[in-house]
């Protein structure tokens, strides 16, 4: 159960993108479509942003998105906006209803 | 509207006990799994432990097994995590979530829990 590789930041200027990668193994990321990712402001609760790699809940832009590569995930935000700057977390199930988080990426708008 | 609120944390010596409790409002609670998620200082978030809708199946992180419990009454729509033989380590904002499938798709704001003597 150890944690999924995220980059500790990133950072773009607005209406850039930016790309978060989330790297795992075989028995996480690699091995189940279940990779979601959460944005966190500070001194807030995370929510909800990208489910099962790709899909987005209803109300959340479609400047975000998100894929997956074999043991990799990504997240792509597109066309940064100020509000966009916050650390962001990819999560996996890693089967037996065990779930594992990343080490999180802060996001910087320039 | 989906509401979490935790109750139940503050200050505790090593080796004592706390138990969390979160009461759910907004949704028909004995349908869905929860979850309990903690974030240490300054740190980033740590899955802790879920429990199925029905109570019968609970899952926990290595590192509070045998120390954590999770439970659920889903007649007063509450889960709960009683926390023994806690650590400095244990320290952290522990949230309540709802998990519908693989997602965590609501987030209470949390409960400071902080071990030190």
């Known amino acids: 159960q150890s944690a999924l590789t995220q980059p500790p930041s990133a950072s773009g200027s607005p209406g850039q993108s930016v790309t978060i990668s989330c790297t795992g193994t075989?028995?996480?990321?690699?091995?189940?479509?279940?990779v979601s990712w959460y944005q966190q402001h500070p001194g807030k609760a995370p929510k909800l942003m990208i489910y099962?790699?790709?899909k987005r809940p209803s109300g959340v832009p479609d400047r975000f998105s998100g894929s997956k590569s074999g043991n990799t995930a990504s997240l792509t935000v597109s066309g940064l906006q100020a509000e966009d700057e916050a650390d962001y977390y990819c999560?996996?199930?890693?089967?037996?209803?065990?779930?594992?988080f990343g080490t999180g990426t802060q996001v910087t708008v320039l | 509207e989906v509401q979490l609120v935790e109750s139940g944390g503050g200050l505790v010596q090593p080796g004592g006990s706390l138990r969390l409790s979160c009461a759910a409002s907004?949704?028909?609670?004995?349908?869905?799994?929860m979850t309990w998620v903690r974030q240490a200082p300054g740190k980033g978030l740590e899955w802790v432990a879920n429990?199925?809708?029905?109570?019968?199946?609970?899952y926990y992180v290595d590192s509070v097994k045998g120390r954590f419990t999770i439970s659920r009454d889903n007649a007063k729509n509450s889960v709960y995590l009683q926390m023994s033989s806690l650590r400095a380590e244990d320290t952290a904002v522990y949230f309540c979530?709802?998990?519908?499938?693989?997602?965590?798709?609501?987030w209470g704001q949390g409960a400071l829990v902080t071990v030190s003597s």
């Open positions: 075989s028995s996480d990321v690699g091995g189940y479509n279940y």
């Open positions: 099962e790699v790709t």
């Open positions: 907004g949704f028909i609670f004995s349908a869905y799994w």
């Open positions: 979530v709802r998990h519908l499938n693989t997602i965590f798709d609501y």
């Open positions: 429990i199925k809708h029905d109570g019968l199946e609970e």
């Open positions: 999560c996996s199930f890693g089967g037996n209803n065990n779930y594992v």
